[in-house]
């Protein structure tokens, strides 16, 4: 898209510096812009909540400041004189893109600023990246346009218009490199476009925490193999400084919505609980062959999706764990009506296979499942009894109760379970403990069972300066005692 390979990039070590303060300034503006990201669509939830009409008042209140900021801030800027000798396109410009925006300035002269915010995100982008443009914007246009693409694509994210964060987060980290760029243009070697492409790629790294993903898309962007270091360079600073202070934005909005999301690793204080700590009840279970009547009442009740199956005597010596039924195979049970009239097993009036086929129990798309709703039972069906066992799932997966936490979320996750049964280290016991699902992996869950762990040094560890500063003193207080004792 904008294709910079043209364009000879040499770097010597001391300029390395001016990257390093970069990706630094990358990283601060990208966490905050995600803190204030999460503030704002906090109360933007609150304003959603409350009706159509509320969301259609925020939509238009955004886009009236837009439209007031995009025709009133290049008024603010000031007519520069189109450069002299030859240029590659026409000044001012004629047509929608270009560097060389008219506005209302005189023949010869052109609006800096309106080059910016009377383009395309795209083009305006292309106009940043640009390299050989110095003298082409001012300072003060390209701060100005940076507070309000800054501003803008905070407060635009989360109303209810196709809106996203890649692009403007790229045009506001373009706009900030260039800006340092300018400043730092006495001291070093590098081109303002390339102290652009620089700049989006830190806030990038700042603000979505991505490292690989990005490096590949940036230099898709930029076509320039070249720039791989210095790219390199910057996100890993970028992200590592924004780390420090909050998640990515993608997480905190996954946080928001309160999607059970886990980790890849398990958190450090989940090795100090076992499974049995943070299973929670009641615990809902049906019996081998169970009266339809319960059935009903349970799924009615509760919105679990899965329900251990214990059969116990006379069926069974001891009560023991059958397996594991879901409850997509207990509504198609209920539908299909293949009632007992009394407590034995299926297989006394027949093969069950022969009854259902693999169709039954598909997998629905998404929305097209029929609910226990849509299922009229009556009250002689209720005393009825059915048959669970040939519908359970007898193999799943389970773990001792005093299995390590973190164990078990490594488990559940590469495995890819929904449902992890645990089981008494005792036999006498009842033959399951409970159900670990997503939910009860998540950290609110297990710190809200445990609220001692908020205070542990096995919670999560984060670098701050505070920390830093007691890691030296506790060092230089040990060396100190070491030579005293010598």
Known sequence: MFDISSVKISYRTTDLLPVIILGIIGGLIGSLFNYLLDKILRVYNLINGRGPIFKLLLACTISIITSC???????????????????????????????????????????????????TNDDAIRNLFSSGTANVFHSSSVLMFFG???????????????????????????????LVGMFMDPFTNLDQGLFAVLGAASFLGGSMRMTVSLCVILLELTNNLYMLPLIMLVLLISKTVADTF?????????????????????????????????????????AGIEKVGNVVQVLRSTKHNGFPVIDE?????????????????????????????????????????????????AKPGSGKGFKLEQIQVNAEEMEMYVDLHPFTNTSPYTVVETMSLAKALVLFRQVGLRHLCVVPKSSE???????????????????GLHPYLKQNNWKRLRLRPSMLNTVVKKASSQYFNTENVA
């Open 69 to 119: 900021c995009c025709f009133g801030l290049p008024w603010l800027a000031k007519c520069t004189p189109c450069p002299k000798g030859k240029l590659p396109e026409e000044c001012p410009t004629v047509g929608r893109s270009g560097n060389y925006k008219q506005f209302h300035c005189p023949a010869g002269h052109y609006n800096d600023l309106a080059s910016l915010v009377f383009n």
């Open 148 to 178: 309000t693409i800054y501003m803008l694509g905070l407060f635009t994210y989360g109303i209810p218009v196709p809106s996203g964060l890649f692009i403007p987060v790229i045009l506001a980290g373009a706009t900030y490199g260039r």
């Open 246 to 286: 909050n998640s990515g934005i993608y997480d905190q909005i996954v946080h928001m919505k309160g999607l059970p999301y886990l980790e890849a690793h398990a958190e450090p204080y989940m090795r100090q609980l076992t499974a049995g700590d943070v299973v929670t009840g009641p615990l809902v279970t049906f």
């Open 313 to 361: 005597p006379p069926i069974s010596e001891a009560p023991v764990l059958c397996g594991l039924v879901l409850r997509s195979h207990l509504l198609v049970l209920l539908k299909r009506k293949k009632f007992l009239p009394s407590r034995t097993f299926a297989s006394t009036y027949g093969d069950p296979s022969q009854q259902f086929s693999s169709v039954d129990f």
């Open 429 to 447: 016991r009842s033959p399951i403990v409970g159900i670990l699902t997503r939910h009860d992996f998540m950290p609110e869950h297990v710190l």
